[in-house]
């Protein structure tokens, strides 16, 4: 079955869009020039869209995959403020798009096709607002503040398919400079689990379901017994199975791999592995059998195959657009 990559450059402002065969052979088949800034990314599998932001010039662009061969653009939206990261719901009716610049989360509506109606709300005053994550079991929406260390949460009511409300429910505080950046939730728990930049660890956080209170049940370092406290971390995906977490270290050149307990949810470093310089961005796909990643700074891509115990092999080694800040793989 072939694999579908897209690569995002913003120096280049351009996307990649790469095809990886059965036979594990790769090649570039399209890149799309967007004349802005490219980031974030975001692909919508079920309607083969990919959601691209344009900082600068303040457009999402919308390309749809047309017959697995070749990206067709299909809508150029504008909007009021650069993006830094994209969040869709379960649904796929709304999309979520933060702001770190300028310290807020867009909301959008998303029509039957994928496209986007309107801005139907916004949240302000999330000073460094990098990242959203809903948690789908409690509608509950994550907010990482990083600028002031802290995760704000709201109680999502939809109201109807396409239109919803907030209620600011609280906020959890982190340490002082731990800059909260990335948050991802448990695939099937009420679980999550939030990646600080600053300080190279991971927060796990428990969501009662009857209180909707959240208490934090662990902090785990990156790196266990490492002394030098200089971080820059990146990113952090859960595998499909919700076995598996995964990060990165942009100082490090690491991705660093964990076991999910099967019964608390906390987190047992396993392993880490030197990986492309500056990895600003990795995915893994939905059958959890590859993960990808890219170097920000050595310009080049590798491809790991994940192995039934979370370990990885790297299997693919190669040169790309300069400046690849963004991939994803499906």
């Known amino acids: ?78 909007i009021s403020c650069s993006l830094n990261h994209f969040h869709i719901n379960k649904e796929k009716t709304i999309l979520f798009g933060a702001s770190y610049h300028y310290n807020k989360l867009n909301i959008y509506s998303l029509n039957h096709d994928g496209l986007i109606q309107k801005k139907i709300n916004k949240i302000s005053n999330i000073l460094g607002c990098h990242s959203s994550c809903l948690n789908i079991n409690n509608n509950i929406l994550f907010l990482a503040s990083l600028k002031k260390n802290l995760i704000y949460t709201y109680q999502i009511y939809f109201k109807n398919t396409y239109y919803y ?105 396993l392993k880490y592995y030197i990986t492309d310089t500056q990895p600003r961005s990795f995915h893994i796909d939905d059958t959890g059998k590859y993960l990808i990643s890219v170097g920000q700074k050595s310009n080049t891509l590798t491809i790991y195959d994940i192995k039934i115990n979370g370990l990885l092999t790297p299997i693919i080694h190669k040169n790309i657009v300069q400046d690849p800040i963004w991939v994803l793989i499906y």
């Open 1 to 78: 079955m072939i694999k579908h990559i897209f690569i995002a450059s913003s120096q280049k402002k351009c996307i990649e869009y790469w095809q990886l065969s059965k036979l594990n052979i790769l090649n570039r088949v399209q890149k799309i020039y967007t004349y802005g800034n490219v980031q974030p990314l975001l692909y919508e599998k079920t309607k083969k869209l990919l959601y691209a932001g344009i900082r600068h010039q303040h457009y999402i662009i919308i390309y749809k995959l047309i017959q697995n061969k070749y990206l067709k653009k299909i809508q150029k939206f504008k």
């Open 165 to 269: 409300m907030h209620k600011k429910h609280s906020f959890l505080l982190l340490k002082k400079k731990s800059g909260p950046r990335h948050i991802i939730s448990h695939p099937s728990q009420n679980y999550i689990y939030s990646l600080n930049e600053l300080n190279g660890t991971i927060d796990i956080w428990k969501i009662i379901n009857i209180s909707l209170k959240i208490f934090k049940i662990q902090s785990i370092s990156l790196i266990p017994f490492y002394e030098k406290k200089k971080f820059w971390s990146s990113e952090i995906l859960i595998h499909p199975t919700g076995k598996f977490l995964y990060a990165s270290d942009r100082i490090k050149n690491m991705i660093f791999v964990f076991k999910i307990n099967n019964c608390n949810f906390t987190l047992k470093f």
